[in-house]
């Protein structure tokens, strides 16, 4: 039979035990569901490079937010699109890209546009497509420091 010491010691440690357990299964909530989140809240102020509001996302890519074979498939698509466009033109917050009209290419861009999205919640994306023969074009923007990670890492002038 336990003494009245070992029977409370016996308790703490089972009351330290249950905290513990509580504590490590409390949720996280994972940077894909965030961005989940983010995805259905209405449209967020879209800054200029003079001002920066609260709601701009920081430049950070979500490495984890692909599997491997979309990042594969995103890398394709990234060298289909940008190694021929027809055009680009630089805008106060980013950059207008426009690509050859082709079905293929269009439907390429809105896959792009949604695999981007999930790793680089940062980009705001906006696709016109024209008339036949008219170039479809790809608006690549975001908050303070976009502009510039575009040029640099899609090679972008």
């Known amino acids: 039979m336990f003494q009245y010491g070992e029977s409370m010691n016996n308790r703490i440690k089972f009351a330290r ?12 909530t994972p ?7 983010n ?11 003079e001002t920066k509001t609260m709601t701009d996302p920081p430049i950070a890519c979500n490495l984890l937010g692909l599997t491997a074979s ?3 498939r995103q890398q394709a698509l990234h060298k289909q699109l940008f190694s021929r466009l027809e055009n680009v033109e630089e805008l106060a917050d980013g950059y207008a890209v426009a690509i050859p009209d082709t079905k293929e290419n269009i439907l390429a861009a809105a896959e792009f546009i949604s695999l981007e999205r999930v790793c680089c919640s940062f980009f705001h994306f906006e696709m016109a497509v024209g008339q036949p023969g008219e170039p479809v074009w790809l608006r690549l923007t975001g908050g303070e420091g ?8 899609f090679k972008l002038k």
Do not use: G, H, M, N
């Open 17 to 28: 035990l249950a905290l513990l357990l509580t504590v490590c299964l409390i949720p996280v």
């Open 31 to 37: 940077l894909s569901a965030q961005q989940k989140q």
């Open 39 to 49: 995805e259905v809240a209405p449209p967020k102020k879209q800054s200029t490079k």
């Open 70 to 72: 979309e990042r594969q």
């Open 146 to 153: 976009v502009k510039d990670f575009l040029k640099t890492q």
